[in-house]
Nanobody, 119 residues
Framework: QVHLEESGGGLVQPGQSLRLSCAAS????????IGWYRQAPGKQRDLVAS???????NYSDSVRGRFIISRDNATYTVDLQMNSLQFEDTAVYYC?????????????WGQGTQVTVSP
């Protein structure tokens, strides 16, 4: 019963910034990790940044120092501030969550939002 919905994607020029937002709804208490992932054409879906229930963050090497993940604990909205965007950041960005219940742990994904970095 966890639902994720992303927003904020678009077309930006190299060096510019963009903020993505992921709104979580449902039984959000079941989420123990939530974050952002991206998939470029012809490539696998990879971690961008994540944050645990306890607030511990993790970043891929390619975005560390440029991107910042944050969570509003009141609304359970997870934002990804993307700075100094480059062509290589072009991808579909997905909000994803690891959800736990009494019998299993599983992943929940949003629909994705396109980020294109181009002159």
């Amino acid at each position: 019963q966890v639902h994720l919905e992303e927003s904020g994607g678009g077309l930006v020029q190299p060096g510019q910034s963009l903020r993505l937002s992921c709104a979580a709804s449902g039984i959000i208490s079941k989420i123990f990790i939530i974050g952002w992932y991206r998939q470029a054409p012809g490539k696998q879906r990879d971690l961008v940044a994540s944050i645990t229930r306890g607030g511990v963050t993790n970043y891929s090497d390619s975005v560390r120092g440029r991107f910042i993940i944050s969570r509003d604990n009141a609304t359970y909205t997870v934002d990804l501030q993307m700075n100094s965007l480059q062509f290589e950041d072009t991808a579909v960005y997905y909000c994803g969550a690891a959800v736990e219940d009494s019998i299993r742990t599983y992943d929940v994904w949003g629909q994705g939002t396109q980020v294109t970095v181009s002159p």
